[in-house]
Nanobody, 114 residues
Framework: QVQLVESGGGLVQPGGSLRLSCVAS?????????MDWYRQAPGKEREWVAA???????YYADSVKGRFTIARDNAKNTLYLQMNSLKPEDTAVYYC???????WGQGTLVTVSS
């Protein structure tokens, strides 16, 4: 079965860090051109957070630039999102996504609160 499974979410204090993982099964990350992270905060639309190409080029939304880092480990078939200096407004369900054809994970909840 082809699927993406996220993990690593949880409750963290403002200023803290988390690393999200997205494991691909049934498909090889090596064969996927580009991957994204998205997030959806309560009561808001889903928004794009970051992307990484097969060649390792990375792209970020302005709201997370300098704080978040996207990376892919093809050997482990895993996509990562390292999140530092977290803010309450980063609270959301985070999803990984294969760009084409579109394939979404189930999401992992990140809550930033004191």
């Amino acid at each position: 079965q082809v699927q993406l499974v996220e993990s690593g979410g949880g409750l963290v204090q403002p200023g803290g860090s988390l690393r999200l993982s997205c494991v691909a099964s049934g498909i090889l990350l090596l064969n996927i051109n580009a991957m994204d992270w998205y997030r959806q905060a309560p009561g808001k639309e889903r928004e794009w957070v970051a992307a990484v190409s097969s060649g390792g080029d990375t792209y970020y939304a302005d709201s997370v630039k300098g704080r978040f880092t996207i990376a892919r480990d093809n050997a482990k078939n895993t996509l990562y999102l390292q999140m530092n200096s977290l803010k309450p407004e980063d609270t959301a369900v985070y999803y990984c996504k294969r760009q084409y054809p579109a394939l979404w994970g189930q999401g992992t909840l990140v809550t930033v609160s004191s």
